[in-house]
């Protein structure tokens, strides 16, 4: 299948574009050890390859190495018919320099280019326009100005680009070439006499920053803008969990309803839908992170929380640069650890890396918001205004954050200074845009489909496993049982801790994965009291009595405690060196321990 391959600097709506051809059916490709994605789709008989953002041919940092190596391999193959090159309409002189690279690279493998000019609707929303013709005599090669977010002029590139790709020696670059060394001289050229004055876009951007990236007032609204994150995760997913906990309920009723008593019975009550639909009940709280965070990386306003916290990371041995990383670490560690690679300096990378996992990923919410569920009560509230499960939440988040900074800091000083020569903090401000809709919301759709198609094999098999234990060999009670008397013997390592044998062997099995706590303790819980199990797993718990000082000592082990096998094998695959991978997870696993044992014996 002949290759339609688009590329293009960073915030240009590049992928957007991709998605409006493709309709969203991409699957994306990950190259070990780095953070590019190739995301490949289909459109008309064609197949679409959309390239990582990058500024130029010249890298800077091992990404956008593998990018940039992979775009040659693209030009180099037979099967590539056409190189889409999609510039910014709003700051052609930006998109041009690397547009004109790629324009001369695929002249000199008789390549042809499409130039595609993006977010026109925001030049015309200024009362200008573009003269696309004029533009195309002026490169050598087609140029469309279109809308990937308003459609404008989309229909007309989808009808021509079939027939360009079907035939692209009749589009080859029609230009004398320019010396390489002159590509910025004339992109500054052919952007001041075909591109609109980039001051009038950014003359509300200015104001908007004046506000957001002050010195104080900045740093306030950073501060509000993170806690409405962690307090929304709570609040607006409550009526969606709601509506899970009584879809499950109630499910669990009906079918049991058809198997009379017995072990059939107990097994589907207790390991089906005690221990599985337990973990689904918190799939809308993941739904509302990826939302929140989506808005705020559409927005523009991440790279501008980058700028603000550089200063501040500085300090700790650390670069903006980390910041994008440790937000992404609250989704998943795996692709943030990854993510690290973009940091320049291999000092700051590896502290970044390191500290990551203390970031509380998406995991650990179904942990968070059980314990929290437990301890607070729903209709609690401070000021009158704020949630304090929510209030909790923004808490628990913060810890986690502070333990990375601490340990960076500690990092800072422990690690070998190395002679790597820190080039300087550069980072691009996108323009502030509102999100376009279609794709973010497939992607919240695609975050809650992915969490469970992850977490549900490992929650299923461990609970069975329990339900086994657990059941066998007297039939349902739990203290006579196998896992009793596993359980009785690891319970003296949690007993400081003011928990008994079932948290710790819940907390063992959550080394998988830890949201296997809320499924292990489902299904012993539903084992325990099968017949009284009817008010959910919070309302079993806080009538088991578990206190004050020992439930936060919990939450605050699961803030630290390394828990995640993948995790600690794409450390392992990062740093290179298993003992720092393994230590990580000896170290935060005995850090974890402490601090929930003084918890627990503050608070009692």
């Known amino acids: 299948m002949k290759r339609i391959i688009l590329v293009g600097k960073p915030n240009c709506g590049k992928s957007l574009l991709f998605n409006q051809l493709t309709g969203l059916r991409q699957k994306v490709a990950n190259f070990p050890g780095v953070t590019v994605e190739l995301k490949t789709g289909q459109f008309d008989q064609f197949q679409v390859v959309d390239f990582p953002g990058t500024y130029s041919l010249h890298t800077l940092s091992k990404d956008e190495e593998i990018a940039i190596s992979k775009l040659n391999e693209a030009v180099h193959d037979d099967q590539?018919?056409?190189?889409?090159?999609?510039?910014?309409?709003?700051?052609?002189?930006?998109?041009?320099?690397?547009?004109?690279?790629?324009?001369?690279?695929?002249?000199?493998?008789?390549?042809?280019?499409?130039?595609?000019?993006?977010?026109?609707?925001?030049?015309?929303?200024?009362?200008?326009?573009?003269?696309?013709?004029?533009?195309?005599?002026?490169?050598?090669?087609?140029?469309?100005?279109?809308?990937?977010?308003?459609?404008?002029?989309?229909?007309?590139?989808?009808?021509?680009?079939?027939?360009?790709?079907?035939?692209?020696?009749?589009?080859?670059?029609?230009?004398?070439?320019?010396?390489?060394?002159?590509?910025?001289?004339?992109?500054?050229?052919?952007?001041?006499?075909?591109?609109?004055?980039?001051?009038?876009?950014?003359?509300?951007?200015?104001?908007?920053?004046?506000?957001?990236?002050?010195?104080?007032?900045?740093?306030?609204?950073?501060?509000?803008?993170?806690?409405?994150?962690?307090?929304?995760?709570?609040?607006?997913?409550?009526?969606?969990?709601?509506?899970?906990?009584?879809?499950?309920?109630?499910?669990?009723?009906?079918?049991?309803?058809?198997?009379?008593?017995?072990?059939?019975?107990?097994?589907l009550s207790d390991a089906i839908f005690g221990g599985v639909g337990s973990f689904l009940v918190f799939v809308p709280q993941i739904m509302v992170l990826t939302l929140i965070i989506g808005l705020l990386e559409d927005s523009g306003y991440l790279a501008r929380a980058a700028l603000i916290c550089h200063k501040p990371l500085s300090y700790f041995g650390l670069s903006g640069r980390s910041f994008i990383p440790y937000l992404s670490g609250h989704a998943c560690a795996i692709p943030a650890i990854m993510a690290a690679r973009t940091i320049e300096s291999p000092r700051k990378r590896l502290i970044t890396m390191m500290t990551i996992p203390l970031m509380s990923c998406s995991a650990r919410l179904p942990v968070y918001a059980l314990l929290v569920a437990v301890l607070i009560p729903e209709d609690s509230y401070v000021l009158g205004l704020f949630n304090l499960q929510g209030v909790a939440f923004f808490g628990l988040y913060l810890f986690g954050i502070v333990m990375a900074l601490i340990v960076s800091l500690v990092l800072k000083y422990a690690m070998p200074h190395d002679d790597d020569s820190d080039m300087p903090f550069i980072l691009e401000l996108p323009t502030y845009r509102l999100p376009h809709w279609k794709p973010l919301f497939h992607r919240v759709l695609n975050s809650g489909k992915q969490f469970i198609r992850r977490a549900a094999p490992v929650i299923f098999f461990v609970s069975l496993g329990i339900w086994v234990l657990g059941y066998f060999p007297q039939h349902g009670g739990l203290q006579d049982s196998w896992l009793g008397q596993i359980g009785h013997v690891i319970e003296p390592v949690f007993e400081p801790l003011g928990l008994d044998w079932r948290y710790g062997v819940a907390i063992l099995m959550s080394f998988l994965a830890r949201e296997v706590f809320v499924g292990a303790l489902g299904t012993m819980f539903g084992i325990d009291g099968a017949d009284e199990n009817i008010g959910g797993l919070a309302a079993n718990i806080q009538a088991d009595g578990l206190t004050l000082g020992a439930g936060i000592g919990l939450l605050l082990f699961y803030v630290v405690a390394l828990q995640c096998v993948a995790t600690v094998a794409v450390l392992k695959a990062e740093t290179g060196k298993s003992r720092i991978a393994w230590g990580l997870f000896v170290a935060y696993g005995l850090l974890a321990y402490c601090i929930a044992l003084i918890a627990a014996n503050l608070i009692g």
């Not at 999609?86 to 493998?109: C, G, I, M, N, P």
């Not at 100005?145 to 790709?165: C, H, M, R, V, W």
């Not at 876009?201 to 004046?210: E, G, H, S, T």
């Open 80 to 267: 590539t018919a056409v190189v889409v090159c999609v510039l910014d309409a709003t700051r052609l002189e930006r998109s041009l320099v690397f547009a004109l690279q790629v324009q001369l690279l695929a002249k000199q493998h008789n390549k042809s280019v499409v130039f595609v000019l993006n977010m026109i609707d925001e030049v015309h929303r200024f009362g200008l326009n573009i003269d696309t013709q004029r533009l195309s005599q002026e490169l050598g090669s087609p140029v469309f100005a279109l809308s990937a977010k308003s459609l404008t002029g989309l229909a007309e590139f989808q009808k021509a680009l079939p027939k360009i790709a079907a035939e692209p020696e009749q589009y080859l670059v029609q230009n004398d070439g320019v010396n390489k060394d002159k590509l910025l001289a004339r992109a500054r050229e052919i952007s001041s006499e075909h591109g609109i004055n980039v001051d009038m876009v950014l003359k509300k951007q200015n104001r908007i920053d004046n506000f957001l990236l002050n010195n104080v007032l900045g740093g306030v609204a950073f501060l509000a803008i993170m806690f409405f994150l962690f307090q929304s995760i709570f609040t607006w997913a409550t009526p969606l969990m709601d509506g899970v906990e009584y879809v499950v309920a109630e499910l669990a009723l009906w079918v049991t309803s058809f198997t009379g008593e017995g072990m059939v019975t107990d097994f």
